[in-house]
């Protein structure tokens, strides 16, 4: 059974950082996807940023050179670094998780691509 469990959200003022964590248990770390996904009111869930199994990364264009996205195996624990932070990356953020022996050059930022889900954590950015 794999499990998702975010948490770091908050309020901040724009041009504030904030640091989000998911720890992630149930999954193989040598064959995975793992990604940051925000919703919004007005917005359908739009994929942010997300890591392969080898280390390969991608991002939204709308977060590229601002956000980070990274892993600590050790801690089952994935992060999301994000500086810079605008008014418009209000929204509620959600980890997810995918068990995949694919090798992904780009990981996939579509939702589809992932199983498991945790159920969100509140970003605020305040301007």
């Known amino acids: 059974q794999v499990q998702v469990m975010e948490s770091g959200g908050g309020s901040v003022q724009a041009g504030g950082s904030l640091r989000l964590s998911c720890v992630v248990e149930?999954?193989?770390?040598?064959?995975?996807?793992l990604g940051w996904f925000r919703r919004t009111p007005r917005k359908e869930r739009e994929g942010v940023a997300a890591?392969?199994?080898?280390?390969?990364?991608n991002y939204a264009s709308s977060v590229k050179g601002r956000f980070s996205i990274s892993a600590d195996f050790a801690k089952n624990t994935l992060y999301l670094q994000m500086n810079a932070l605008k008014p418009e990356d209000t929204a509620m953020y959600y980890c997810?998780?995918?068990?995949?022996?694919?090798?992904?050059?780009?990981?996939?930022?579509?939702?589809?691509?992932?199983?498991?889900w945790g159920q969100g954590t509140q970003v605020t950015v305040a301007s």
């Open positions: 149930g999954l193989s770390y040598s064959h995975f996807l």
């Open positions: 890591v392969g199994g080898l280390g390969t990364t």
């Open positions: 997810a998780a995918q068990e995949s022996f694919a090798y992904y050059p780009v990981p996939p930022l579509g939702a589809d691509e992932y199983k498991y």
